[in-house]
């Protein structure tokens, strides 16, 4: 049973291991009447006292998800999927709100190849249709003109050049004003997501997104330690 629990982070520790457990269960990937790790083992495992082990175990069977047998051991329990209500106020592209997600999503990738030519699954460009070659030539001269840049740290916004560049479109397409020391470049939404979050979001926080929404987004506020609402609109 492997995952990582946060020190750092305001939600306590028997909480994520309670959390953790919960959501493999729910996922399916801990079967039911699988047999879990001992008290022991686990607190060994994750390095955390018995005590806090004990408490989240308790926590998990008063919520029906593990039994615990004297001189046997601990046992995922048989779960039955909860239907969800139906609210006539539902769109036709709810959909989302119908599936259980309980893993995070950069697990998902682990739990659902798919060998499809097209797949549809998630919103990821064919490698086939970059110009990598054209990719390759740039690299490859950069790095003869400048063979340092390879083994240090770019600048913590992002290549000047390139916020140069985004700074010039953004003024003639969108009559924005802006300069390059105003821009950021992230590796994707969801980092800049991330950044965020983590600026204005903390423990207790309600947030409510639209429905479907980006499914990384929650796993970025759950770890905020926010709680999530959907909103279908």
Not at 17 to 30: F, G
Not at 41 to 61: G, P, W
């Amino acid at each position: 049973m492997k995952w990582e629990l946060n020190r750092a982070s305001e939600i306590p520790l028997t909480k994520q291991i309670y959390q953790a457990i919960a959501d493999k269960i729910l996922s399916n990937l801990i079967a039911p009447g699988a047999l879990l790790p001992s008290v022991r083992n686990l607190s060994k495992e994750i390095k955390v006292s018995t005590d806090t082990v004990i408490q989240a175990y308790r926590d998990l069977e008063k919520d029906n998800f593990i039994t615990r047998i004297q001189g046997k051991g601990t046992f995922v329990n048989q779960r039955k999927q909860k239907a969800l209500p139906k609210s006539p106020n539902t769109l036709p592209y709810a959909w989302q709100l119908s599936v259980q997600d309980y893993l995070p999503r950069a697990q998902f990738p682990n739990h659902a190849q798919s060998h499809e030519k097209i797949n549809l699954s998630i919103s990821r460009i064919d490698p086939g249709l970059f110009p990598n070659r054209f990719i390759e030539k740039l690299i490859s001269d950069d790095l003869l003109q400048n063979s340092k840049s390879i083994s240090t740290y770019g600048e913590i916004q992002g290549d000047k050049e390139l916020r140069e560049v985004y700074a010039r479109y953004l003024k003639k397409e969108h009559k924005l004003k802006t300069s390059p020391q105003d821009l950021l470049i992230t590796c994707g939404s969801q980092q800049g997501i991330e950044l965020v979050a983590k600026s204005f979001v903390g423990p207790g926080d309600f947030i409510m997104v639209e429905a479907p929404t980006y499914p990384a987004a929650i796993d970025i506020f759950r770890a905020r330690g926010a709680n999530d609402h959907s909103d279908s609109c």
